[in-house]
Each structure stands twice: as structure tokens, then as C-alpha cells.
């Protein structure tokens, strides 16, 4: 039986077995889809049979079963679609299993194991210019919204829906200095009458305990954009006079140098003379949140319930014809290639899938990656008789890993299990110190792999990369 199960920070993975068995995960390609298979040294499938069948809250999602007499594995290797990890948002009061069976047929017994967490992080955005500013994933944002340009029907890509949540934004990685001249340009669509920020500059990561914050837009309850830059104690802020609250798609550029604010909406521009020079400090680039709720009609929710695509920051202030050319862009290649050419100090086209993990330090964390903070035991039982593999121990492990139990990769090899008696290997994953403030939401994307065999022949397992949300 292999059944794994999961609450909030923590997730088992008992294994049975008879003859040899490994547990993978393989590349995020291959989601969605798992196999088992019997080999030997020779790249041969085994005469017996291996059976696997996987349910999640109770419904059964896959049944697979592959044998033969001597085949190559690849004319044995059965595959089948179906997630054994549970999905979603785990919490204390909502448990989600899901389990697999597997049998098998041998003689022979199992004599070592080998266990690897191979890697973990979080879901990224790439920034594509050479600044390569990631952007974390916090909160719950949805990949592949589909971007059609209101101007031009043949540009279309995709970007990302939030949903307006506390804590639901994209942060990035790197600390920088507040620029000083810029330009800020990008798609929205939104139908929000409580507000919601498109971007904004903050001197902190994630959204909350930040002193300073401006270099912003937002949408106010009325649909009007607004663009807030701040000097000394003097909050500068411009409005536009074309709304975006309608569910369609608009442009918005804001720019900011001596000569004072600019703000553009679907081209129809505003301007202000009201500050030439803005509050320097270091701080970090956020999408989906602005920071506003000191500003003139911040609206009631700072969080961006609304799509975004195609935001970009230049150390320049763009010409009116550089704007016209991406509001009026004709296609996602001439888009990109415009943007290009006036080299920004950061691109997030938002047409990220959300399969790519970060496994980078995280702002929010210091030095403490995710990988870091998960606690790992294994535990093995045969004839009833348990042993606490790692950490090493008699009987049962302890209810808790220990804050010791940082796991990279493990081998074990032993001679006690018997050809005849099914034996269990639980590996048991825990989050090791709880979430701190703005990391809540963060895609736990843990690869493993087990392995058990004996004299030449391995019996396999494989499953997908998974995403956990804790």
C-alpha cells in the first residue's frame, strides 16, 4: 500500500513492497501521468507483475498494471494519468488523502534502499531582461488568462488572474534602490470597485511592515487609475480620466522624472508638476499589490482582484511614440521585441505556467529556503516489528521529526527484510518552523525518489513532480 496524506505542512509517503520497488519523481513534464514497471540490470521487464491504483478523496483515479516474460521496458511499461498528491490549499481542518496499492511478484529479497529529496521551492515569473529580477508567488494566482489586444486581435498570449485576496501578489527576489527616472507599462483587466493595486515599490518583502512605499499604480473604486510617487512627507499623486474597471483590456503607462508625473491610459494622457524629485530607498518591485492606503481614494482592498500581462520597468522616460508602439503592438513578437530595444530593467510578461520552481534564497526567509525549513523521517515496518530508519532509532520514530531531521539524500542498506513477509516504508515530510507573515500560499514543489532492490532486478514506481500549497 502506498498511500499518502497530508494537513497542513505535512505529508506521508508509506511504501509496501515484496520484491524491489523505486519511488520517483520525474521532470514537471510529466504531470499528470505515472508508471510501474519490473527491470533487471539488462533493461528487461520482469515475468511478474506489478499493480498500481491510486484514489484521491475517494474517487479512484488510475489502475496500472504491467508484466511480461523478458520484453524491453518499453514495450511493458504501462502509463496511466491521475495525481496521487492531494491539491490545493491544505488547512488544519481539511485532511486530503490519497493512496496506491501496489503488489508484486518475486523470490527474492529486498535488501537496500535508497531515499533523495532531489529538490523543492516555490513557483516563479521569470523577468527577462538582464536584470533577471524573479518574481515569488504569493497567495493564490491562476497561469494561462488569456491577453487579447483590444487594438490588435492577432497579438495574444496569456498572464495571470489574482484574486483580490490578502497576501495574493508577485514579489521579487532582488533589493534595489528605488528608481529615480522610470517608466511603468503594462496590461489590466479588472472589474473591481473596492480598488487593487497593479504594482508598486516597497522597502519591504513580502506586503506587510513596509515604512515607505510609492512608485505605484491602482485602480480606484471609481475605475479611475491612480499613480502615486512620493518626496519628503509629499505624497504626489495623479489620476486619469479613462476608466478600466469595465472586464476589457487596457494599456497604463506611468512615468516619473524632473519634469514631473505623466500618466497614460489607452492613450489619453495626464500630467503633474507637483514634485520633480522622489524619496530615495531600497526596497523590492511587487505585481497585484501598491502599498496606497495613504493616498487619496485608496479604495478598500490593496490586493488586485484582476488579470495582469506584460509589465515592464524602464530606467527611461519612453517617448509618446515608444508608448503608442506597445499600446498599439500588433503581435506578441513585435511587443517583446519593442520592449527589447529600450532596455528595460525588468520584464514579467506573466506567461509563466507555474510548473517552475525557485529554489533560490527567498527575501522573506533570509537564508532560509524552503528545503530548509522541511523535516524529514522514514520509518519501516515488517512482521508488525517497526524501526525508525532516519533518524536512526529503535521502534517508531517520534511523533515529530526532529528540527535536526534536514534530509538532502539518504542510503540504507539492511538484511532483515524476508523474501515472503510485505514490509511498509513511511517517509514522513513536516514543515519544520511555521510560515512567517506573507509567505502563507507558497507551492511546496518536492521531488523524491525511493529505491529498494536485489541482485539485479528493480521493481518501479514513478510519479510526478507534485505541488503542495501550505
Known amino acids: 500500500m502506498v498511500r499518502r496524506g497530508a494537513h497542513r505542512g505535512r505529508r506521508w509517503l508509506p511504501v509496501v513492497g515484496v520484491l524491489s520497488v523505486a519511488v520517483a519523481l520525474p521532470a514537471a513534464d510529466a504531470a499528470g501521468a505515472f508508471s510501474s514497471q519490473d527491470i533487471n540490470n539488462a533493461n528487461k521487464f520482469s515475468a511478474g507483475t506489478v499493480q498500481m491504483e491510486s484514489t484521491t478523496s475517494g474517487s479512484v483515479n488510475c489502475f496500472s498494471t504491467g508484466s511480461g516474460s523478458g520484453g524491453t521496458v518499453s514495450a511493458n511499461n504501462t502509463q496511466c494519468t491521475g495525481t496521487p498528491m492531494?491539491?490545493?490549499?491544505?488547512?488544519?481542518?481539511?485532511?486530503?488523502?490519497?493512496?496506491?496499492?501496489?503488489?508484486?511478484?518475486?523470490t527474492v529479497s529486498p535488501t537496500s534502499g535508497t531515499i533523495a529529496l532531489l529538490s523543492c521551492g516555490v513557483a516563479k515569473v521569470a523577468d527577462s531582461s538582464s536584470s533577471a529580477n524573479t518574481g515569488l508567488v504569493y497567495g493564490g494566482i491562476t497561469y494561462g488568462t488569456g491577453f487579447t489586444s483590444p487594438v490588435h486581435s492577432a497579438f495574444t498570449s496569456s498572464g495571470i488572474t489574482l484574486s483580490g485576496a490578502s497576501g495574493t501578489y508577485v514579489g521579487t527576489i532582488t533589493s534595489l534602490t528605488s528608481p529615480s527616472t522610470f517608466t511603468i507599462a503594462g496590461w489590466v483587466k479588472t472589474s473591481s470597485t473596492t480598488g487593487g493595486g497593479f504594482i508598486g515599490f516597497s522597502n519591504v518583502q513580502p506586503d506587510t511592515g513596509s515604512s515607505s512605499q510609492d512608485r505605484m499604480l491602482w485602480v480606484e473604486p471609481s475605475g479611475l487609475v491612480a499613480f502615486g510617487v512620493q518626496s519628503g512627507s509629499n505624497l504626489a499623486q495623479l489620476v486619469s480620466t479613462?476608466?478600466?474597471?469595465?472586464?476589457?483590456?487596457?494599456?497604463?503607462?506611468?512615468?516619473?522624472?524632473?519634469?514631473?508625473?505623466?500618466?497614460?491610459?489607452?492613450?489619453?494622457?495626464?500630467?503633474?508638476?507637483?514634485?520633480?524629485?522622489?524619496?530615495?530607498?531600497?526596497?523590492?518591485?511587487?505585481?497585484?499589490?501598491?502599498?496606497?492606503?495613504?493616498?487619496?481614494?485608496?479604495?478598500?482592498?490593496?490586493?488586485?482582484?484582476?488579470?495582469?500581462?506584460?509589465?515592464?520597468?524602464?530606467g527611461t522616460v519612453l517617448s509618446s511614440t515608444n508608448l503608442s508602439n506597445l499600446d498599439n503592438a500588433a503581435s506578441l513578437s513585435s511587443y517583446t521585441s519593442t520592449i527589447t530595444g529600450l532596455s528595460?530593467?525588468?520584464e514579467w510578461l506573466l506567461s509563466d505556467a507555474g510548473t517552475t520552481a525557485y529554489t533560490g534564497t527567498i527575501p522573506v526567509l533570509g537564508t532560509n529556503q524552503i528545503c530548509q525549513r522541511v523535516l524529514i523521517d522514514i520509518q519501516d515496518t515488517q512482521n508488525s516489528v517497526s524501526n525508525c530508519v532516519y533518524p536512526a532509532g529503535a521502534g517508531v520514530c517520534a511523533s515529530t521529526p526532529p528540527s535536526t531531521a534536514l534530509l538532502s539524500s539518504f542510503t540504507s542498506s539492511s538484511g532483515s527484510l524476508s523474501s515472503s513477509a510485505p514490509f511498509t516504508l513511511l517517509l514522513r515530510m513536516d514543515l519544520g518552523t511555521a510560515s512567517v507573515a506573507g509567505v502563507t500560499g507558497l507551492h511546496l514543489l518536492a521531488d523524491f525518489a525511493f529505491s529498494i532492490s536485489h541482485g539485479s532486478w528493480t521493481a518501479e514506481v514513478t510519479y510526478p513532480a507534485s505541488s503542495l500549497q501550505l
Not at 262 to 289: E, R
Request: glycine share 12%.
Open 86 to 106: 492531494p491539491t490545493g490549499e491544505l488547512t488544519t481542518s481539511t485532511v486530503l488523502s490519497a493512496s496506491s496499492t501496489i503488489a508484486s511478484v518475486g
Open 242 to 314: 479613462a476608466t478600466v474597471n469595465n472586464g476589457a483590456w487596457h494599456f497604463v503607462a506611468a512615468q516619473f522624472s524632473s519634469s514631473g508625473l505623466k500618466l497614460d491610459v489607452d492613450g489619453s494622457t495626464t500630467t503633474s508638476t507637483t514634485i520633480t524629485s522622489a524619496t530615495s530607498y531600497t526596497g523590492y518591485w511587487h505585481l497585484g499589490w501598491a502599498g496606497e492606503s495613504s493616498w487619496t481614494n485608496p479604495g478598500t482592498n490593496q490586493y488586485l482582484n484582476g488579470a495582469l500581462f506584460g509589465w515592464t520597468v524602464f
Open 344 to 346: 528595460p530593467t525588468a
